[in-house]
């Protein structure tokens, strides 16, 4: 996850591969995929960080990946030179002991926490909290539709899944702000002062530690309480393995939603036909096109751009390339639910496609354990935005936005966008409801 753009490339050619990780590249990564899908589906190349890692890009390929056992997800089997150690994972969770979560494992262990976590994050829990999420997108768009203009992405996209996670998570209200300032160094990435990410990971492991500690004490009907009290066969999360997976419930739950709203409003807004058809659909009560558009929009510019690492525990061959043990693998899930072998026209966003099974959450034992929390609250804030702010356009033109650099989320940094201004949620007689 770094921003600094890799060396170029010669130009592109049959035999060459398009340049990789510039700016212009980050903005419109699609065309460069689509080449490597046909010349190179699996393409060995320098990262910006100076790791090489194996990069897959067809649907086939990908499914078998994210589902080959042989694949680990704990770095300790990748075979880094000196020089790489480190710069694989989120920045920072080595140092501060966060390393335990769910996608740093592998079975048994991985097995036995979630089974453990999925106690404590059940689809009944995220079905109560959807009147929350609600509440909360509501309270969010009262902060800017007076004034005729916001940044969709500071305003809206980035503090609704913040404020969501935590009161999931069970942090108290008092210290949800120092959360989105941590969380808020994190997203930046590379954008920030040197070293940033790491000191904020090191500042939310240190809350997380006390907060865990707390909720021993006094336990409550949150996600935390729920990680402490969890069991399975006698066997309990120690306090690392839950600081690490609140850690990661809360990273992973935050960043990719952002994300899924940010480029769903941006999709929409660059496709007016299909955003005059969801409006029209939920102007007639309808919710049959806000399920399937949610996934189309998750096929077509998703939040996650490349699954997180993987290396081989032992030589595979997967697309026709010898992969050596202890290489890493990035599994490139937009270029995956790109593949016209998979689906019909992929290029063209059509919130009516009834068959979308993209791998945006990816597949097999470390498909997202957030997943239904994430859609609840895509659908939620797009349907909301759509209701409440009907004429809701782009203040810049789309060639002046610029997306984040970094190699696993995909992200706008900004979304200006402007609207008639309305009024506020509680003057209003008409709230707009799901």
């Given at each position: 996850m770094n921003d600094t753009p890799a060396c170029p490339h010669s130009a592109t050619t049959p035999e060459s591969a398009p340049e990789l990780f510039t700016w212009e590249f980050a903005t419109d990564p699609y065309p460069a995929y689509a080449w490597l899908r046909e010349h190179r589906p699996v393409h060995r190349t320098e990262l910006p960080s100076g790791v090489e890692a194996w990069l897959v890009t067809r649907y086939g390929d990908a499914r078998q990946a994210l589902a080959d056992a042989r694949l680990s997800k704990n770095p300790a089997n990748h075979a880094e030179s000196p020089h790489a150690k480190g710069k694989t994972g989120i920045p920072g969770e080595r140092k501060a002991e966060l390393m335990t979560h769910l996608l740093n494992i592998d079975p048994p262990d991985h097995t036995r926490l979630r089974r453990l976590v999925s106690k404590a994050f059940t689809p009944r829990r995220v079905a109560e909290f959807a009147p929350r999420v609600q509440e909360l997108t509501d309270r969010l768009i009262d902060g800017f539709i007076e004034e005729g203009k916001a940044d969709l992405i500071h305003d809206f996209a980035f503090p609704l899944p913040i404020y969501a996670i935590c009161d999931l998570l069970g942090v108290p209200r008092e210290d949800q702000d120092d959360f989105r300032d941590w969380a808020g160094m994190m997203i930046r990435h590379g954008g920030g002062p040197r070293g940033g990410v790491a000191r904020s990971v090191k500042k939310m492991r240190g809350y997380l530690a006390e907060l865990i500690h707390r909720k021993r004490e006094n336990p409550g009907d949150d996600l935390i309480s729920g990680l402490i009290r969890a069991s399975d066969h006698g066997e309990h999360l120690t306090e690392n393995e839950a600081a690490a997976m609140a850690?990661?419930?809360?990273?992973?739950?935050?960043?990719?939603?952002?994300?899924?709203?940010?480029?769903?409003?941006?999709?929409?807004?660059?496709?007016?036909?299909?955003?005059?058809?969801?409006?029209?659909?939920?102007?007639?009560?309808?919710?049959?096109l806000l399920a399937t558009g949610i996934e189309e929009l998750l096929r077509f510019d998703g939040p996650v751009e490349m699954a997180t690492w993987r290396y081989a525990t032992e030589p595979l061959t997967l697309g026709g390339e010898e992969i050596a043990a202890g290489d890493p693998v990035l599994v490139v899930l937009a270029a995956a639910d790109r593949d016209p072998e998979r689906f019909t026209d992929p290029d063209v966003l059509d919130l009516a496609r009834s068959d979308s099974q993209h791998l945006g959450y990816g597949h097999g034992i470390h498909y997202c354990l957030g997943a239904p929390l994430a859609r609840l609250e895509g659908q939620t804030a797009l349907a909301t935005l759509l209701k409440r702010l009907p004429d809701l356009r782009l203040a810049e033109e789309a060639t002046d936005l610029r997306w984040r650099g970094g190699l696993i989320m995909r992200g706008l940094r900004t979304l200006p966008v402007a609207f008639e201004p309305g009024i506020r949620s509680e003057e209003s007689d008409t709230l707009s409801t799901l």
């Amino acid at each position: 996850m770094n921003d600094t753009p890799a060396c170029p490339h010669s130009a592109t050619t049959p035999e060459s591969a398009p340049e990789l990780f510039t700016w212009e590249f980050a903005t419109d990564p699609y065309p460069a995929y689509a080449w490597l899908r046909e010349h190179r589906p699996v393409h060995r190349t320098e990262l910006p960080s100076g790791v090489e890692a194996w990069l897959v890009t067809r649907y086939g390929d990908a499914r078998q990946a994210l589902a080959d056992a042989r694949l680990s997800k704990n770095p300790a089997n990748h075979a880094e030179s000196p020089h790489a150690k480190g710069k694989t994972g989120i920045p920072g969770e080595r140092k501060a002991e966060l390393m335990t979560h769910l996608l740093n494992i592998d079975p048994p262990d991985h097995t036995r926490l979630r089974r453990l976590v999925s106690k404590a994050f059940t689809p009944r829990r995220v079905a109560e909290f959807a009147p929350r999420v609600q509440e909360l997108t509501d309270r969010l768009i009262d902060g800017f539709i007076e004034e005729g203009k916001a940044d969709l992405i500071h305003d809206f996209a980035f503090p609704l899944p913040i404020y969501a996670i935590c009161d999931l998570l069970g942090v108290p209200r008092e210290d949800q702000d120092d959360f989105r300032d941590w969380a808020g160094m994190m997203i930046r990435h590379g954008g920030g002062p040197r070293g940033g990410v790491a000191r904020s990971v090191k500042k939310m492991r240190g809350y997380l530690a006390e907060l865990i500690h707390r909720k021993r004490e006094n336990p409550g009907d949150d996600l935390i309480s729920g990680l402490i009290r969890a069991s399975d066969h006698g066997e309990h999360l120690t306090e690392n393995e839950a600081a690490a997976m609140a850690f990661i419930l809360l990273f992973a739950g935050f960043e990719t939603t952002v994300n899924l709203i940010g480029n769903g409003t941006y999709a929409l807004l660059r496709h007016p036909e299909q955003r005059a058809a969801l409006q029209a659909s939920l102007e007639s009560g309808e919710s049959a096109l806000l399920a399937t558009g949610i996934e189309e929009l998750l096929r077509f510019d998703g939040p996650v751009e490349m699954a997180t690492w993987r290396y081989a525990t032992e030589p595979l061959t997967l697309g026709g390339e010898e992969i050596a043990a202890g290489d890493p693998v990035l599994v490139v899930l937009a270029a995956a639910d790109r593949d016209p072998e998979r689906f019909t026209d992929p290029d063209v966003l059509d919130l009516a496609r009834s068959d979308s099974q993209h791998l945006g959450y990816g597949h097999g034992i470390h498909y997202c354990l957030g997943a239904p929390l994430a859609r609840l609250e895509g659908q939620t804030a797009l349907a909301t935005l759509l209701k409440r702010l009907p004429d809701l356009r782009l203040a810049e033109e789309a060639t002046d936005l610029r997306w984040r650099g970094g190699l696993i989320m995909r992200g706008l940094r900004t979304l200006p966008v402007a609207f008639e201004p309305g009024i506020r949620s509680e003057e209003s007689d008409t709230l707009s409801t799901l």
